[in-house]
């Protein structure tokens, strides 16, 4: 199981990115579809998640700003990141959690993360 995430770049406060996250090699399904981060100095944390057929969770700090999206076909996430602040910047790790068979439980994949950088 891979994930490949793109999308990071350097944008200005107040700008827009929209990072995507696919989900390639044997899967069976895959359960919760998110995003974490980890900023310069700081300890990794939950940025959002969304569940297979379910509503997704957001941290404080991004409600109103960030969307999470997940196309099943495709096994992909996305994170649609509007009204960018400098604190959002960091690098930004893909991160589900998926079965390789209907006999395997769920485990965590992750992603190689994709370094976002929000400038004044």
């Known amino acids: 199981v891979q994930l490949q995430a793109s999308g990071g770049g350097l944008v200005q406060a107040g700008g827009s990115l929209r990072l995507s996250c696919e989900v390639s090699g044997s899967i069976f399904r895959v359960n919760v579809m998110g995003w974490h981060r980890q900023a310069p100095g700081k300890e990794r944390e939950l940025v959002a998640v969304?569940?297979?057929?379910?509503?997704?969770n957001y941290a404080d700090s991004v409600k109103g700003r960030f969307t999470i999206s997940r196309d099943n076909a495709k096994n992909t996430v996305y994170l649609q990141m509007n009204s960018l602040k400098l604190e959002d910047t960091a690098v930004y790790y893909c991160n589900v959690l998926a079965q390789e068979t209907f006999y395997s439980g769920p485990r965590n994949y992750w992603g190689q993360g994709t370094l976002v950088t929000v400038s004044s």
């Open positions: 969304i569940p297979s057929g379910g509503s997704p």
